[in-house]
């Protein structure tokens, strides 16, 4: 059930929102080739603190920690450890935050010093497909009218769609329905509400869409071993558009 917010419970919503907002700001100005990932999991965690805030994921499910930070191959989930960022990699940073008793979410893929062609490339398309799948966004719209844009864009540039993760409605809980996957039929799916608060998560990959969960329960990575990236934004839709809230 989709559960629509009143204007109250969206003034609540900001506070959270605007600490993920600066929490992934405030990672992307310090990352960097020699930082291990748990050092920028302590990033998040301090951060989000220091604003008065709880870190969603932290016991999440059993969930070991503050971020997901999941390096070239990883799709979502990479879960915050000893591995050291080089040169080349790409790094998407994935938080939310609680207060006020709702959940903010959202993430970043960011660039360690020069990379590839082709991953630079896949950092830019994911985010485009964000963009691209909130345009027209508004009250009646289609729920699946996101996912075809996302795909379209991606496919476009020759990537794809990752399958089995989606977006989600979020508010007291970090993940409410609907389900907002990143790929779909125009047309289809229930008109949203205004009021209704998502998180809008396109994941995108340069080779196959295919993954798979590493030992660690967690780490979702390509079956091909090629780069994904990710971009999330939580945002409210409007009678007339969207409101982003962690941008
Ligand atoms: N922030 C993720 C999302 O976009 C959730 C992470 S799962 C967790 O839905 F276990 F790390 F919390
Ligand atoms: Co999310």
Redesign the pocket.
């Known amino acids: 059930m989709i559960y629509v917010k009143t204007e109250e419970e969206i003034d609540l919503l900001r506070e959270p929102c605007a600490i993920v907002r600066d929490c992934l700001s405030f990672v992307g100005g310090r990352i960097r080739a020699g930082m291990t990932t748990k050092e920028v999991d302590t990033l998040v965690y301090d951060f989000i603190k220091a604003s008065g805030a709880e870190p969603?994921?932290l016991g999440?499910?059993g969930?070991p920690a503050s971020a997901?930070v999941s390096v070239n191959e990883v799709v979502?989930?990479g879960i915050p450890d000893e591995r050291i960022l080089k040169e080349g990699d790409i790094v998407s940073v994935?938080?939310?935050a609680y207060k006020n008793g709702f959940h903010g979410?959202g993430?970043r893929t960011f660039c360690i010093g020069e990379v590839s062609p082709e991953k630079k490339k896949l950092v830019r398309v994911t985010e485009e497909c964000f963009f691209h799948g909130i345009e027209g966004l508004k009250e009646g719209t289609p729920l699946y009218d996101i996912g075809y844009s996302v795909q379209r864009h991606a496919e476009e540039n020759g990537f794809s769609v990752i399958r089995s993760y989606t977006g989600?409605g979020i508010g007291r809980e970090?993940?409410e329905d609907p389900s907002v996957p990143n790929f779909g039929r125009r047309g289809t799916g229930v008109r949203l509400k205004a009021g209704t608060v998502l998180?809008v998560?396109p994941m995108i990959a340069a080779g196959g869409w295919r993954v798979k969960i590493l030992d660690d329960g967690?780490t979702a990575v390509t079956v091909d071993g090629r780069p994904a990236a990710h971009y999330?934004n939580t945002l409210v839709v409007r009678e007339d558009g969207v409101e982003i809230l962690t941008l």
Request: aromatic letters at 16%.
């Open positions: 969603s994921c999440y499910c969930y997901c979502v989930h994935d938080l939310c979410d993430a989600h970090m993940h998180c998560e967690w999330e």
